[in-house]
């Protein structure tokens, strides 16, 4: 009778306790997810109607309609969304731990053995998780929506893709240099100027009047060769020509050909898409290929390197805004509704951004390298988050 009464289960205490930790993680991680979605889908669906608004004013241009305003609306919600991520997660994160504080369910966790460093752990692992998905969605969906949104618009307005400086887009390869005059939607390049040196000595120019992009080389039209060389001047006209079969009738080289396998693109059709969206909106390879085709041609790469450091550091900001949100939540467990904790987490927002701006480009005025210039705003609020919680928890 005793050995049928004896009981079955054998359960550890410390199997327990790591299931109740276990069971806290997702708890606490639901909270803050499901507050910081539903924070963010509200701010997107504010920045998207503001931008319909605006868009308004340019309907009725070229065959720009509001269908079309709208489709441009909606491809930029993923930007939207990728920039609002942050600020959204630190709203949440306020106000979903802020409800477990005020049903003092935080209260409760703590009388029952669970430290302080306990609940951080868990708000770091569910911050891990939203730093994963912020990136995927700025290295996958954002780039692409951006990019696709600037051609449409362009294309429906009938406008010219905007080159930087008066004088048009300025590329460097090898001994080349190459001037754009304009650049059209459909990628076709008006009044192209190619200038080739050979030991600081200019050797040909070529200027042709349009150049489209047929397959993976370039199409040469209407086109005006000058040689110089020590015999004199020479010009020649052609009506069209492949810009790989230029090259390799003009370079100046002491082999005895060039392959065309190694001749580089007139322009990277990548450079191409991006001068309609800003460095932001790229992503972080996009970003990695024009810093390294910058340095190889002895360029100021210090923008885009800028660029793609706070590309890469962007997703970080998701776990120091859930840092950050920690120190009110501890100091007012049984205070303070969800009003108070709404401004708190909308003022916190409007700071972190505005310093962050701030202070990355005071460090790259002050000639601190990109990479330093991209952590500085994250380092002074990872701080700032760890001394108050230091001084709360």
Do not use: C
């Not at 340019?58 to 065959?63: A, E, I, R, T």
């Not at 059709?269 to 972080?284: F, N, R």
């Not at 210039?373 to 988050?385: D, E, G, K, R, Y």
């Amino acid at each position: 009778m005793d050995s049928k009464s004896e009981p079955i289960a054998t359960t550890s205490p410390e199997l327990g306790i790591g299931l109740m930790f276990g069971i806290l993680d997702r708890y606490i991680g639901r909270a803050i997810l499901l507050t910081s979605l539903l924070v963010l889908m509200v701010l997107v669906v504010l920045a998207s109607i503001f931008a319909f608004i605006s868009e308004l004013d340019d309907v009725g241009k070229g065959s720009y309609s509001v269908a079309a305003a709208a489709q441009y609306v909606f491809l930029t919600i993923p930007g939207k969304a990728y920039l609002l991520f942050s600020p959204a997660v630190l709203l949440g994160s306020l106000l979903g731990l802020g409800a477990l504080a005020a049903n003092s369910e935080l209260t409760v966790m703590r009388a029952a053995g669970v430290s302080g460093a306990r609940i951080i752990r868990a708000v770091v692992i569910t911050g891990v998780g939203l730093m994963l998905l912020i990136a995927l969605l700025g290295e996958t969906v954002m780039p692409k929506a951006e990019q696709i949104a600037e051609e449409l618009r362009l294309t429906a307005l009938e406008q010219r893709l905007s080159v930087k400086g008066s004088r048009g887009l300025w590329l460097k390869s090898a001994d080349q240099f190459i001037n754009v005059g304009t650049v059209m939607p459909d990628f076709t390049l008006l009044d192209v100027s190619v200038h080739q040196f050979d030991d600081y000595a200019l050797r040909t120019s070529m200027r042709a009047a349009r150049a489209r992009l047929e397959g993976d080389d370039w199409l040469l039209e209407e086109v005006d060769v000058t040689r110089l060389s020590a015999h004199g001047v020479e010009s020649v006209q052609v009506d069209s020509i492949a810009w790989k079969e230029f090259v390799r009738r003009n370079t100046v080289t002491s082999n005895q050909g060039v392959n065309k396998q190694d001749i580089q693109d007139l322009v990277s059709a990548d450079v191409l898409k991006s001068i309609s969206v800003s460095p932001e909106s790229l992503s972080a390879s996009n970003l990695y290929d024009q810093v390294q085709y910058l340095k190889a041609n002895q360029l100021d790469s210090r923008r885009i390197e800028l660029a793609f450091w706070v590309k890469v550091a962007s997703p970080l900001s998701t776990l120091v805004m859930l840092m950050l949100s920690l120190p009110f939540v501890f100091t007012s467990q049984r205070s303070g509704g969800a009003g108070q904790k709404i401004f708190i987490g909308i003022m916190l927002g409007i700071v972190y951004v505005l310093l962050n701006k701030l202070l990355t480009q005071l460090a790259m005025a002050n000639g601190l390298s990109p990479l330093l210039s991209a952590l500085l705003p994250m380092i002074v609020f990872f701080a700032i988050a760890v001394i108050g919680i230091r001084q709360t928890s």
